[in-house]
C-alpha cells in the first residue's frame, strides 16, 4: 500500500524557536491533512489542504501540499509549550494513510 | 457538544477473551472508522463503514470484528484470535469516505495481561 514517511521522528526544541517537518510519498494523494495529538487523546486536525501548491495557515501553523502531491510539510513558528504532542501528517486518495508521527518535545 | 465518545478509556483483559469497544457519534457523520496505534508507528485502519449496515476491511482486520446496526455507532470487537491485541484503539468519523477531515474520539488503550 501507500506508504508516507514523515521526519524528523522526534525533536526537542526551546521555547519560541521555529519547527519544520515534512512527509513524503511514492504516490500522490489529493489531500494532505496534518493532526497533532496529545498524550493519551485522539488526534486533532490542524490544517487540511486540497490543492497542490497550496499554502495554508492556522495561526502560527504553515502547511503546504507540495506541487508534485507527493509531499507536504508543516511549520510551527515561535514554538510555546503546549505544542508539545506528536504530530501526525496524512494523505488521502481512495482511503487515508497515515505517517509514523513526528514527537515534539518543547523546553522552557 | 457534538462529537465522538469512545469506552472504555482502559480495559484489560485475559488471554483468549473477547473485547468490545463501544464509539458513538452524535455528529450525524455517514463514516466511521478504527484505528489501531502502537508506539512509533502511524494510524492503521482496522476497519471502516460508509454506512449503516455496511462495512469493509482495512488493512489489518485479521482478529477483529464490527458491526454498523446504527448511524452512531460503531463498536469493534478484538477477538482472541487477535494475535497482538494490546495497544490503543482510535474511532473516528467523517461526513463522508472522501471528505478527509477525521473526527477522532479519545481512544481506548487495551492490555491483554
Known amino acids: 500500500g501507500q506508504q508516507l514517511n514523515q521526519s524528523p521522528q522526534s525533536m526537542f526544541i526551546q521555547e519560541g524557536e521555529d519547527v519544520s517537518m515534512n512527509c513524503t510519498s511514492s504516490s500522490i494523494f489529493n489531500t494532505w491533512l496534518w493532526y497533532k495529538q496529545d498524550p493519551g487523546e485522539g488526534p486533532v486536525l490542524l490544517i487540511a489542504l486540497y490543492k497542490a501548491g497550496e499554502l495554508t495557515s492556522n495561526g502560527r501553523l504553515t502547511a503546504q501540499f507540495g506541487i508534485t502531491r507527493k509531499d507536504s510539510f508543516l511549520n510551527i513558528s515561535a514554538s510555546i509549550p503546549s505544542d508539545v504532542g506528536i504530530y501526525f501528517c496524512?494523505?488521502?486518495?481512495?482511503?487515508?494513510?497515515f505517517g509514523a508521527g513526528t514527537r515534539l518535545t518543547v523546553k522552557p | 457538544d457534538g462529537g465522538i465518545t469512545q469506552s472504555p478509556k482502559y480495559l484489560f483483559r485475559k488471554e483468549g477473551q473477547n473485547v468490545t469497544l463501544s464509539c458513538e457519534q452524535n455528529?450525524?457523520?455517514?463514516?466511521m472508522y478504527w484505528y489501531r496505534q502502537d508506539p512509533g508507528q502511524g494510524l492503521r485502519l482496522i476497519y471502516y463503514?460508509?454506512?449503516?449496515?455496511?462495512?469493509q476491511k482495512g488493512d489489518i482486520a485479521e482478529g477483529y470484528s464490527v458491526s454498523r446496526e446504527k448511524k452512531e455507532s460503531f463498536p469493534l470487537t478484538v477477538t482472541s484470535a487477535q494475535k497482538n491485541p494490546t495497544a490503543f484503539y482510535l474511532c473516528?468519523?467523517?461526513?463522508?469516505?472522501?471528505?478527509?477531515?477525521?473526527?477522532f474520539g479519545e481512544g481506548s488503550r487495551l492490555t491483554v495481561l
Open positions: 463503514s460508509q454506512i449503516v449496515n455496511d462495512f
Open positions: 496524512a494523505g488521502q486518495t481512495f482511503d487515508m494513510r
Open positions: 455528529l450525524n457523520h455517514d463514516a
Open positions: 473516528a468519523s467523517s461526513m463522508s469516505v472522501n471528505t478527509g477531515e477525521l473526527f
